[in-house]
């Protein structure tokens, strides 16, 4: 995997809206080293869907030896906690302030985690997928 192979953002989204039926459910997990919008779920195209951004950024400035998967370990974990207190069926909202708790406990808050969905669509609308 380099930068050539890669979509950016705007491809990206636009290769997901031309390949999914409007009814399909979409959630965009990412965990970065840099704070760019690479999914921006405020244009025209996504009004209308059920559409979600998910989004780790760790601070530019990070030793080199911290960088990365925070996000994606934040997520794991509290994946983990709603299972061992029993909720099955939860929603992305639910998983998002759960995950902003373990990132805050377990790793200090060492990244930023920030959620988007498209117009008019609540965090708790949508039911997580994963479990």
Same mark, same amino acid.
């Given at each position: 995997? @380099?930068?050539? +192979?890669?979509? *950016?953002?705007?491809?990206?989204? @636009?290769?997901?809206i031309e390949g999914t039926h409007p009814e399909t459910r979409v959630i965009f997990l990412m965990d970065t080293c840099h704070s760019e919008v690479l999914v921006d779920l405020r244009r025209g195209a996504w009004?209308?869907? !059920?559409?979600?951004?998910?989004?780790? +950024?760790?601070? *530019?400035?990070?030793?080199? !030896?911290?960088?990365?998967?925070?996000?994606?370990?934040?997520?794991?974990?509290?994946?983990?906690?709603?299972?061992?207190?029993?909720?099955? #069926?939860? @929603?992305?909202?639910?998983?998002? #302030?759960?995950?902003?708790? !373990?990132? !805050?406990?377990?790793?200090? @808050?060492?990244?930023?985690? +920030?959620?988007?969905?498209? *117009?008019?669509?609540? +965090?708790?609308?949508?039911?997580? *997928?994963?479990?």
């Amino acid at each position: 995997v @380099s930068s050539s +192979t890669l979509l *950016p953002g705007d491809e990206l989204a @636009s290769a997901v809206i031309e390949g999914t039926h409007p009814e399909t459910r979409v959630i965009f997990l990412m965990d970065t080293c840099h704070s760019e919008v690479l999914v921006d779920l405020r244009r025209g195209a996504w009004d209308g869907r !059920e559409a979600i951004v998910i989004t780790g +950024t760790q601070d *530019p400035f990070a030793k080199d !030896e911290d960088r990365g998967s925070i996000f994606t370990h934040a997520m794991l974990l509290a994946i983990d906690k709603l299972s061992k207190v029993g909720r099955d #069926n939860y @929603s992305v909202g639910m998983l998002f #302030n759960a995950l902003l708790l !373990e990132d !805050e406990l377990v790793f200090g @808050s060492a990244q930023d985690v +920030t959620i988007q969905t498209a *117009p008019r669509l609540p +965090t708790d609308a949508m039911a997580w *997928p994963l479990v």
